[in-house]
């Protein structure tokens, strides 16, 4: 009670500043942490938009961990979306990034539009992949394979549930260079160039031990910018899978939780349901987050 | 008493005396177990009855080269050496068609080789040398000729011997020959042809491809030219599906079900693809190099279970549509039930006819009553009659309890009636893991559906433990840091030291070797702990997942593996760095290998464990929890060796994969010495018998 009462005195004395945080926080409150908080109350019951929500207690939960077989391939998908794009992207964008970062200013600005292209061209992008997989003999990859005479005939790619994954893997990676990388270059630029001198001085020998004691260590925010926008693009991976292969995919092999999301919240109306999903997403993210903000920050230690 | 004991000898006597005289079973009858090793099991056909033309009255069989059992069972001989076509009746009647009339006139046929009866009763001859294929009535007159089509598909340079036939149940033809790569000729009723159906893929070989790419004209024309195999023989099931075989050492799938569009849809779900013999040696000196060579294959009516007549070793193998090996039978040599030359096979009943071309005569199987049994099982299960099959299984369990096929079948019927616990045990035994891990899923949810609140319960208190334990982690950092800056740090300082490796990779290294942390012992500590974890993760990985064998696999091997394999890393790896100006010495190398091992034992133990919990789909969860433990302790290595040997990154990789290169050097000298002491060992042996020999 104490507490509350001097945090209620705190505020009252820096009232101004909560007024100017408003205009963000009040949106924010109201469109995200309320509606976060609605859909968990509305997890625990059956709504379908049309009556009003019966609350039917763990009923959705058992059913999306022991009779949705889809929820677990949409699991485990995800699972391999952060497992290995999340981390595997991470490292791309950073020592992308790095590079880019020593080169001459025309050349970096160049490059470091090549690598922002696909984020800016946003869906637009996918008609590339489309092409590059497409089923037809005139498919780049089927074209170069039927030339070089290793396959009798086109292979339909992104219908096959033997290459579904593994593309949805490389597309996502290809995708996902975009802020991380925005981010860690902007980071690069900060590091005082003193510090390396200084370091020098102090006994650094080689480039290792230079990133590792001071480019990492001062990038640090930036480095963890990069890690939580990853990881919530890993956890949201949905355009590739429903643009690249439609949706919903051969035998559900491209799905991942947030497509299993919209098909229960915008196709099903079974709203109880996908807050549920939503809930359990929710969670996962925070877990991860928290684990990895964990893991950076011993960075440099 | 005394009586009833003599009886008791005597009868053990006459076993004896009797015993050599029983067929001798020298023709050793097995089947593959899950591990590619054959276990003997008890016969399922014996051979009842060897006819020979001569016995009939029609002469001795010459080169015979196919044989057709008509549904009346009218056996019909292609006796190719006498070019003749002789028919058996079932009461041994025959009749000799040496000729026929064609549009009047009479004709002779050339060495036919193959031969089927339609539905209709017409026969269709591959009148091999003649170069056509006749069909026949009743009469023996000839109702249509086919020759060599006259179409632009075909080859310029294409000599068309037909050597084997087949007709479905529409009436379209199917002609097999030697030089026929584009397939199965296709003719239909009326005997037009329409083109060739089910072509074989060119089997792709890496090395010959890119042999090809780099090879200059002149060698590339020398070289073997990529052509799909033709097809051997051909057979048709009740639904009009053609099985196929086809001679491919390289091929995977020499037995095919083919659809009307040609595509391939046998069913491939045994413990391995049907082709024959699994463990079949390729060394020049065995009696039987190499693969099974499929000369004929026969289909029940139903489809159900179809027989593939292996010609090299002269066995008949026996799947059923799953492509499960249900047994096999027969065997190569000069005795009876054995072949020198098996060319065809049918079926007739639960019989199976079985043509020899070098001893020119059938024999005829019958089932025995262990085989009788499986059959029956096998149809009670494909007509969908579970508990019946459960029961058959069950006897023919009594009769050979290592019949994988049996605990499978046993297993479906329990998961039709919902014990899925017992399902499992089933599966588990006959080694089906896509029917364990169904049979697993809905067991899982079973407990989990009746401990829901219990396993959220549990979950919730992991959790808050999992934060206290972390905020109380977090209070002692600082303390903990001091602790491990001690002068002399104990044993179990020095072990838990690895813990900080994980988080300072380079530090860690650093501190190990310069700050003196690491010992041979706190790193034997660790070898060990490497040791209990790949064991474990071998003996306590589920079924599922696992890919040794868990109950012939021999824990001081693995042991001694692991130990070798890290002794001969850091020996190969000392010898490279001294010579390439590295600083780390025998034991800094030994020392940092060892706590680079360190990942490897946090996760596969737990993930060891974890496996037991997951069904085949949720493989991915464990596979990449394992590879990326594997990954973390390979950049620890690199880390390592960075540090110890004070290399940049580019020399360390470099040095690694020189270390890789001396170890495949070590490997080829203790290779050779092995051999050598070997060689010297017979050597001295020989002198010595001699010597023994001459006193």
Known sequence: MKTLSSTWKEMKKYR?????????????????????????????????????????GWQNYINLFLQDDIFSIA??????????????SFILCFFVAWVINEMRPKVR????????????????????????????????????????????????????????????????????????????????????????????????????????????????????????????????????????????????????????????????????????????????????????????????? | MKNNTLKYRLTLLITFMVLPLLPAESWYSYNY?????????????????ILRGEDFGAGAFREPEDLFISPDGDMYIADGGNNRIVVLSPTRETRIIDSFTNKGVRDNFNRPEGLFVDSRGILYVADTLNRRVVALNADFESLNIITRPDSDILREEYEFFPSKVGVDKAGRLYVLGPGMYEGMMEFDRSGRFHGFIGSNRVTFNLWKYLMRTIATKEQREKMQIFIPQEYRNLDIDGRGFLYTTTRDEDQKTPIKKHNAEGLDILTREGFFPPSGDISVSYSETASYVGKSFFADIAVDDSGDIYYALDSKRGRVFTYNSEGQLLFLFGGAGEPDGCFTDASAVD???????????????????????????????????????????????????????????????????LLRSGSFREAMDNFRMGYNK????????????????????????????????LILILRLRDRNREKRKRKFLGPEPSQGERILYGFRILAHPFDGHYDLKFRAIGTWGSAAAWTALIIFSITFNMQMTSFLFNEVNTVTVKLQFEVAKVLIALFVFVLANWTVTSIMGGEGSFRSIFISTAYSGIPIV?????????????????????????????????????????????????KTVSTLVLTVVTIAIMAFLALLFITFIGQVWSFVSAIYKEVIFRI
């Open chain 1, 16 to 56: 101004h500043s909560y007024l100017m945080i408003a205009p963000y926080y009040l949106p924010f409150l109201v469109f995200t942490v309320f509606s976060v908080l609605m859909a968990m109350g509305l997890s625990f019951s059956y709504f379908n938009v049309l009556e009003t929500p019966r609350l039917i």
């Open chain 1, 75 to 88: 699991m485990k998908n995800t699972f391999l979306f952060v497992a290995i794009t999340g981390p595997a």
């Open chain 1, 109 to 301: 600005a160049a490059i470091t539009l090549v690598f922002y292209a696909p984020t800016l061209a946003g869906v637009s992008a996918f008609a590339i992949w489309k092409f590059v997989f497409s089923g037809s003999e005139y498919g780049l990859v089927n074209a170069f394979l039927l030339k070089a005479g290793l396959l009798m005939e086109p292979l339909t790619y992104l219908k096959d549930i033997r290459f579904i994954l593994p593309i949805l893997i490389v597309v996502q990676l290809w995708m996902s260079l975009g802020h991380s990388f925005l981010a860690f270059i902007a980071g690069l630029q900060t590091v005082d160039r003193k510090l390396y001198e200084a370091a020098a001085v102090d006994g650094v020998r080689n480039r290792w031990q230079e990133l590792w004691y001071i480019t990492l260590p001062v990038m640090r925010p930036f480095l963890l910018f990069g890690a939580v926008m990853q990881i919530a693009q890993s956890f949201g991976v949905s355009a590739v899978s429903i643009n690249l292969l439609g949706f919903p995919t051969t035998k559900y092999a491209g799905r991942t939780i947030v497509t299993h999301l919209m098909d229960y919240g915008i196709i099903r109306y079974e709203m109880g349901y996908a807050s549920a999903i939503a809930t359990i997403l929710f969670l996962m993210q925070v877990i991860f987050n928290k684990t990895v903000q964990r893991g950076l920050k011993r960075i440099g230690e």
């Open chain 2, 33 to 49: 177990s899950y591990w590619e090793k054959p276990v003997p099991a008890p016969e399922a056909y014996r051979h009842s009855e």
């Open chain 2, 347 to 413: 079926l007739y009943g639960n019989e199976v006819y079985v043509l020899d071309k070098v001893k020119g005569s059938i024999t005829v199987f019958s089932p025995t009553e262990y085989g009788n049994l499986i059959l029956e099982a096998q149809q009670s299960q494909s007509r969908g009659e579970y508990r019946r099959a459960e029961e058959l299984w069950t006897t023919i369990l009594r009769r050979n309890s290592n019949y994988d096929p049996a605990y499978t079948g046993i297993g479906k019927s």
């Open chain 2, 434 to 465: 896509k029917s364990f891990s169904k049979a697993y899923k809905y067991y899982r949810q079973e407990v989990m559906k009746d401990h829901f609140s219990l396993i959220v319960l549990f979950i919730a208190a992991a959790a808050v433990g």
């Open chain 2, 602 to 650: 946090l996760v596969f133990v737990p993930m060891a464990l974890l496996s037991n919990f997951l069904i085949l789909e949720e493989g991915a969860y464990y596979y990449v929890m394992e590879s990326i433990a594997v990954m973390y302790s390979l950049f620890l290595l690199i880390a390592g060796n960075m540090t110890i040997h004070n290399y940049s990154l580019w």
